[in-house]
């Protein structure tokens, strides 16, 4: 059989399927370059906290080294003691750019646990796999993708450069504090638009990669064929299970049909079994109702144990269009069922077979 081409849209089971194995539209390249940014606005807000803190540790280093017990046990403890120091000094960026990490992640793909995707999987160890990956087209792409980025930056720094050129000569005349002024300037600008570059290639990367994603989930006419029969069922087994479902609700059906007041029948086309008990229903009740061979049916059950049979062609007929099994009968029906059901309680009057009802 000739290969089918991938021309449908991947189903939702499918989709579920691939995010189980950790297979998402993601770029790392935004992820990276949202971190890198906002890592940066932190450093220079929290900057200033950050240098004191270093300062600080330095001076008590220096001040208090003569002081320290040079043995095992006390240099653990000043290791544990600098380490901790040092920790809160980082904690901004620390949980900063963790959290912009999440963020990145989540607003991509959204939230939730994979635990098959972080499985260990022996099968990514195969060096032949490996290999194949390598030299396979998606690698072909990547390494281009790579080479373009690094292209695309290089010329940016290098026009930022050749634009900062004459700056830099005026340097010469400086004095030293604004010497640092003005190289931290542009190394901040250089920096923060370098981010913003690499932000907007991560953004086109993303992009790419939810198109290649697609392109890869797509699924043959076949294969959809297939899906649906897996989550809807063989419709031929379904269509048995209906056929046996319709079976049983006809057999209750007819069971029911002993405990009806009154069949109303077309004579033969149509057959309808009605129930009225003023302590338990509103109005009167289709306990059964059927056509040709069932009405037939109906009308058998009905005279074998006794319950009246009544011919009226426009009530049976609009009884078994209108109402279904279980319902009660519409208002615009009330009159001529009860005139019906009266006149069934006087002939069961006459013959001893019920006492009036209420």
Same mark, same amino acid.
């Given at each position: ?10 189903? $939702? ?23 890198? %940014?906002? #890592?940066?606005?932190?450093?220079? *807000?929290? #900057? ?8 600080? /540790? ?8 003569? @002081? ?14 600098? #380490? ?18 999440? &963020? ?20 990514? =160890? ?34 930022? =450069?050749?634009?900062?050129? $004459?700056?830099?000569?005026?340097? *010469? ?8 002024? &003005?190289?931290?300037?542009? *190394? ?15 953004? =086109? ?19 959809? @064929? ?10 031929? !087994? @379904? ?22 007041? /009154? ?23 289709? %306990? *059964?109702?059927?056509?040709? =061979? ?13 319950? $009246?049979? !009544? ?11 209108? /109402? ?8 615009? %029906? ?25």
């Amino acid at each position: 059989m000739a290969m089918q081409d991938r021309t449908e849209p991947a189903t $939702p089971r499918k989709r579920d399927e691939a995010r189980k194995e950790g297979r998402v539209a993601k770029s790392s390249d935004l992820i990276s370059a949202v971190v890198l %940014l906002f #890592g940066l606005f932190i450093i220079r *807000a929290a #900057g200033p906290y950050m240098w004191e803190g270093m300062c600080n /540790v330095y001076k008590d280093t220096l001040s208090n080294l003569h @002081k320290n017990d040079l043995t095992v046990d006390g240099m653990q403890s000043l290791a544990i003691s600098y #380490g901790i120091r040092f920790g809160l000094i980082c904690l901004p960026i620390l949980v900063g750019t963790s959290a912009v990490a999440f &963020v990145a992640n989540v607003m991509q793909i959204g939230f939730r646990v994979t635990p098959k995707a972080m499985a260990p999987n022996l099968n990514k =160890l195969d060096p032949i796999k490996g290999m194949t990956k390598l030299f396979s087209i998606r690698s072909a792409v990547e390494v281009f993708k790579s080479v373009l980025k690094v292209a695309v930056v290089s010329w940016f720094v290098y026009s930022f =450069l050749k634009n900062a050129y $004459p700056r830099f000569l005026d340097l *010469a005349g400086m004095t030293p504090q604004q010497i640092g002024a &003005v190289i931290g300037m542009l *190394a901040w600008q250089l920096v923060i638009r370098g981010c913003m570059i690499i932000l907007i290639i991560g953004i =086109l990367d993303f992009f790419y990669q939810k198109y290649q994603f697609e392109q890869s989930l797509k699924m043959t006419k076949q294969e959809v @064929k297939d899906e649906y029969k897996r989550m809807e069922g063989d419709p031929q !087994v @379904k269509g048995k299970i209906k056929q046996r479902q319709f079976e049983l609700a006809r057999r209750r059906m007819m069971r029911d049909v002993v405990r009806a007041d /009154v069949v109303i029948t077309n004579p033969t086309h149509y057959a309808v079994a009605i129930r009225y008990d003023s302590s338990e229903m509103s109005a009167p009740t289709v %306990l *059964a109702k059927g056509q040709r =061979l069932l009405a037939l049916k109906i009308r058998e059950i009905a005279e074998t144990n006794g319950i $009246p049979v !009544v011919e009226n062609p426009p009530v049976a007929r609009l009884l078994y269009r209108t /109402v279904e099994v279980g319902q009660q009968i519409p208002e615009e %029906l009330y009159q001529a069922v009860a005139e019906i059901l009266a006149y069934v309680y006087q002939l069961n009057e006459k013959t001893g077979k019920r006492q009036s009802a209420a």
